[in-house]
């Protein structure tokens, strides 16, 4: 049923004039009377009112149907105005993934700066490895998130941040640990800690398809955790310089001739809540100024 045709048979019905009721309503007069012509089709051959000269009047079935109309019309207009209420002052979740080492620095502060702002926004944070945040985002789990790698799929989007560097996180006893500078050939063999398990994530992977050892003995999912593990004397581990954190266990030595780059992945086409949008737009402007 037509929600303006219940709307102008209550104005209608309050004024009980067509040419008053069209004037309120901002619609010609025979609009008004065809739209209650349709009603009473509608509700079966119905007559809904009857003339009183040159106004009109309801009918018992009017005056029925009045009651019912009005209690659905003001129950419609109390949800209206709780929806642009909640709109006002509901959270909103912001579901973001990141690949592991991304979280800190510049990120961190944006998150810091936007909740300050933005008392609504609830951030719920996954980090993990960027296929499986790509599957996410797929999912519609994730509303955004960072990789720091991209793929063909034609549903979701890619947008290039940064460039990032990268350090080897050595153990303190390790017997490259006294070298300011290192080149992937030398880390050749030693034992290694990867961040993920994609084996298009591994060393020999990076090292531009020259021919290298690789010994890895343990993948995990985050930095902090690969951290732990080679400050413990595991083995190696490639990391970039945002994850690099002073530690007493652990030595960082710049990594030459390894770059990686970050993007912000969306589906494509996707609504996203405006808030959520905003801090979208806002994250891309302050991590591409922040890499010039």
């Avoid at 119905?46 to 106004?55: I, M």
Wanted: charged content about 20%.
């Amino acid at each position: 049923m037509n929600y303006n045709y219940l709307r102008y048979f209550s104005v209608l019905a309050q004024v009980e004039h067509y040419t008053l009721a069209a004037a309120r309503l901002e619609i010609s007069q025979p609009s008004l009377s065809s739209a209650i012509h349709h009603l009473e089709d509608e509700l079966g051959g119905v007559k809904l009112f009857e003339k009183a000269g040159r106004n009109v009047r309801l009918t018992e079935e009017g005056r029925f149907f009045k009651e019912q109309v009005d209690a659905a019309l003001n129950q419609l207009q109390s949800a209206t105005v709780t929806l642009k209420q909640s709109m006002i002052s509901a959270p909103v979740q912001l579901r973001m993934g990141v690949v592991s080492g991304t979280l800190g620095g510049t990120v961190a502060r944006e998150i810091a700066a936007y909740a300050a702002k933005n008392s609504r926004v609830r951030f719920i944070i996954t980090e993990s490895a960027s296929s499986d945040l790509m599957d996410m985002v797929r999912q519609e789990k994730l509303d955004i998130a960072l990789v720091d790698t991209t793929h063909r799929d034609r549903s979701l989007h890619f947008r290039k941040l940064y460039q990032q560097d990268f350090s080897v996180a050595l153990p303190k006893n390790h017997p490259l640990a006294g070298e300011t500078i290192l080149y992937p050939s030398r880390l050749a063999g030693y034992p290694q800690i990867t961040v993920d398990n994609e084996k298009d994530s591994t060393f020999g992977q990076w090292a531009s398809g020259a021919p290298v050892s690789e010994n890895i003995v343990c993948s995990v999912n985050t930095a902090q955790a690969a951290l732990e593990l080679v400050g413990a004397g595991v083995g190696f581990c490639l990391l970039s310089n945002s994850c690099v954190t002073p530690r007493e266990d652990v030595v960082f030595v710049p990594l030459q001739n390894l770059h990686q780059a970050l993007y912000m992945c969306i589906l494509y086409d996707k609504w996203l809540e405006p808030l959520i949008w905003d801090f979208a737009e806002g994250l891309v402007r302050t991590l591409r100024k922040h890499s010039n």
